[in-house]
């Protein structure tokens, strides 16, 4: 079984580059094969190139930014969390929408909101809303943190990442960028 198996995989190369002849016999029948015939002619078949698409980008996780936040915002004690979609969740195929909730302990003081980031950038403006719902997010990974910020837009305190995949049909074009979430 093994050398079946070793002699299959020595040879699946050579299938990749191997010619194809197309003969038309005295009656007018269409054959093709993988070798020219022994008499009579035949032309070689130009193939067209096997249609293929590169890998994903691997997208990095990404580092909470409180960790690089001043003194003063553990001073105000805040820790936010993302509580749903849970880490390496996966959303099922669709247009991409699915909500995201976050958990504050303790409770927004005056002047704190919440900012959503998907892989890194504001998603919407700061709201005091804990929920938001995404729309037609493109598929792949991406990761999502939640901040709390002042009234400036500095953050106070920053969730850890949280990675979820977004799978959803597809053009057949490589080069067609998915659109980007709307902030609603």
């Known amino acids: 079984m093994r050398t079946l198996v070793l002699c299959a995989l020595l040879l699946l190369p050579q299938l990749g580059t191997a010619q194809i002849y197309k003969t038309v016999d005295e009656h007018g029948n269409v054959s093709y094969s993988d070798k020219p015939p022994a008499s009579g002619s035949s032309e070689q078949v130009k193939l067209r190139e096997t249609n293929s698409t590169p890998a994903p980008e691997i997208i990095e996780p990404l580092t909470p930014a409180s960790a690089a936040a001043p ?8 820790t936010v969390a993302i509580s749903s979609p849970g880490n390496e969740s996966t959303v099922p195929m669709g247009p991409g929408n699915f909500p995201v909730s976050a ?7 005056q002047g704190a ?28 990974a991406h990761d999502l943190s939640v901040a709390i910020v002042d009234n400036k837009g500095d953050r106070q305190a920053e969730s850890a990442p949280v990675r979820v995949y977004v799978l959803r049909p597809s053009v057949n074009s490589p080069s067609r960028a998915g659109p980007r979430p709307s902030p609603h």
């Open 103 to 109: 958990s504050v302990e303790p409770a927004l003081g």
């Open 71 to 78: 003194a003063d915002a553990a001073a105000a004690g805040y």
């Open 113 to 140: 909101l919440l900012q959503l980031y998907i892989d890194g950038s504001p998603y919407g403006a700061p709201q005091s809303s804990s929920s938001w719902m995404l729309t037609n997010v493109f598929r792949g």
